[in-house]
């Protein structure tokens, strides 16, 4: 067995975006289990946005990534080593491992590995459309827009992990689903692959005037439901187009990651909408869990819900993937292959 876990650190915080020297490659000596740890060679790391946020020494829901620790985030492996008797050798699990090859957890913490089934569900797919990503695309849909059949649903960041699930999810509950994402390409996976009604691309509506218009001619009975993982101006034509008691799930505000103002044209317009504006982080509705992982679970092991993934090969490759997806270059869920 190695005796050598690879990890990537934050070895400086980001002024603006995102640089390859904000990360630095380390090598640790694996130390011998105590009673009760679990070892786990990592197979998928998870990249996601919120990390971006993390990487700034500010006040935010959620404390900072520490100088010269472990980049946070999702994993899925395989148990190798274990001192604890609720797991084996072979136990596939979901943590937060971190960007590093092996994790080794203290496994009488409640919650720090759960052991999941890969007969049906594909192991990579607890990182994104049966995990995080479609616990928060659940979520926000159903315990914040709450769509009802026939009535209109937005979604930014449509071909993204979390968007994807939106649309599909709304759907399933008889809404009109209307995507926005970067590109042609993007845009026919949304309508084609995925059934949403439409999809805009933001690229070739590239300002308020323009999304507006898009939004007016896709959406022509109003906008009932946003999910927003965007900001910025795509934010303010959606307003525009809002219906009287709309709901707007805030999942994320990617356009202001690299420090940027995001100001609003016409804040009003929630006001004289009666719109409600609720922001949400998934991990503070840890309760909602098992019912929206049985609903994912479920369509995604009979392929009624379809998602993508995007995937870098190697602990190295991360920084580079992760900086790809902030600018949007990702195609669905981006994974970094560690096995």
Known sequence: MNTTNRQIVLASRPKGEVSPDNFRLVEAALAPLAD??????????????????????????????AIDEVMIGGTVGEVVESKNEHFKVGDKVVGMGGWQEYQTVDATQRGVLQKVDTTHIPLSAYLGAVGMPGVTAWYGLVKIINPKAGETVVVS??????????????????????????????CRYVVEELGFDACIDYKQAGDVKALSAALKAECPNGIDGYFENVGGYILDAVLLRANAFSRVAMCGMISGYDGQPIPMA?????????????????????????????????????????????????LTAAPEAFMGLLKGKNFGKQLVKLV
């Open 157 to 186: 960041a449509a071909s993204g992990a979390v968007g994807s699930a939106v649309g599909q999810l709304a759907k399933a509950r008889g809404a009109r689903a209307v995507g926005i994402a970067g590109g042609a390409d993007k």
């Open 266 to 314: 016409a804040p009003q317009l929630i006001l004289v909408n009666r719109m409600k504006v609720e922001g949400f982080i998934v991990s503070e509705h840890m309760d909602v869990w098992p019912e929206a992982l049985k609903e994912l679970g479920g369509l995604v092991a009979t392929g009624k819900l379809k998602y993508r993934e995007s995937v870098a090969e190697g």
């Open 36 to 65: 009760g740890q679990v070892r786990v060679r990592n197979h998928f790391l998870s990249l996601d946005p919120y990390m971006r946020g993390r990487m700034n020494d500010s006040k935010s829901y959620a404390a900072s990534q």
